[in-house]
């Protein structure tokens, strides 16, 4: 079975984010500076989604965006110092998978029910990668290798309650390996260990990767994806290569619970509003990103149902129980 929770089709998620924004979300917004929070390390997936969008949305929403990197406690931390903020559209946290495997796989203070989506805003194709030096052409390369070699070979993911981390761990699973799965606190990290040659291989997302690829450091062995990516046609698909794993990350923001209405007005027009800008979507598509927009209304019931089909999954493999 797919590793993630189907979510709406591409072409809804478009349409929702074609429609006009609503009514007075053109207020000022209450707020002249306004802190987003990631459990991400710099160079990880969630700063640079983060830092990317900031450079769009700080003039579209007339806001000053500061990133904060809180690491630390697979996101835990990050969590709750969000929850802990007041709800009057000072700090956001970048959702992702981790904060709700974060809460499913510990026991904190703060979870991901602490926080109020605000929107999603993309889905986020995961893809297995190495160094170009590597022996390695594909990931049944990777997988053969540790099949020859049980124990002694070694995989990097994100943090040790990261969707990437759990991903690999069930292709141990599913391929009767004992490769080791070394976390790490963001895809910064991550890439250094696979650059170096401590890691066989790793497993991000384009975005984090997209520095070392245009420089010819690193090569894609797999997409986790159902189809290959329109910008690595020659990319085979991990199914493809005889592993049913599919992985399916959004990308979105929460808040302290309480936000005001025109906080979430103002939000839900900035994001249709820079989904929109064709200099961002010449950013977003060459990282290919999927816009996948979905308000306030929507973003809430969403996280929920991913949250239980993630809890499924756990407990299918015995993670949880």
Do not use: C
């Not at 969000?82 to 700090?91: H, T």
């Not at 998978?97 to 026991?107: D, E, R, V």
């Amino acid at each position: 079975m797919p590793f993630m929770v189907s979510a709406l089709p591409v072409a809804a998620a478009l349409l929702l984010a074609a429609l006009p924004a609503p009514a007075g979300a053109q207020a000022k917004y209450p707020q002249s500076t306004v802190t987003l929070v990631t459990h991400s390390s710099p160079g990880g997936g969630s700063d640079v989604f983060l830092r990317e969008l900031t450079k769009f949305l700080g003039p579209a929403m007339g806001v000053n965006f500061a990133v904060e990197n809180v690491t630390g406690g697979s996101g835990a931390r990050a969590v709750a110092k969000v929850a802990q903020a007041p709800a009057n559209g000072s700090v956001f946290y970048a959702t992702t998978p981790t904060y709700i495997q974060t809460t499913l796989l510990s026991k904190a203070a703060f979870g991901y029910t602490s926080l109020e989506p605000m929107v999603v805003v993309f889905y986020d194709p995961e893809v297995v990668y190495t160094r170009a030096q590597s022996p390695f052409k594909s990931l049944a390369d990777v997988v053969a290798h540790a099949k020859q070699n049980p124990g002694k070979v070694k995989w990097g993911a994100a943090n040790p309650a990261s969707l990437e981390r759990i991903a690999l761990e069930k292709l141990n699973r599913r391929a009767g390996l004992r490769a080791a799965v070394v976390s790490h606190e963001g895809g910064g990290q991550l890439m250094i260990n696979v650059l170096n040659g401590t890691l066989d291989a790793g497993i991000g997302e384009i975005q984090e990767i997209r520095s070392q690829l245009d420089a010819g450091q690193v090569r894609i062995l797999a997409t986790l994806t159902d189809k290959r990516l329109d910008q690595f046609p020659d990319v085979p698909t991990a199914k493809e290569q005889g592993i049913d794993l599919t992985v399916t990350k959004f990308r979105g923001l929460a808040g302290p619970k309480g936000q005001p209405p025109e906080v979430i007005a103002a939000w839900e027009a900035g994001i249709r509003k820079v989904l929109a800008d064709p200099v961002y979507r010449k950013a977003y598509e060459r990282d290919n990103l999927v816009p996948a927009f979905m308000g306030h209304a929507q973003a809430g019931p969403f996280t929920t149902e991913f949250a239980n089909e993630v809890a499924a999954s756990l407990r299918e493999y015995g993670i949880i129980k």
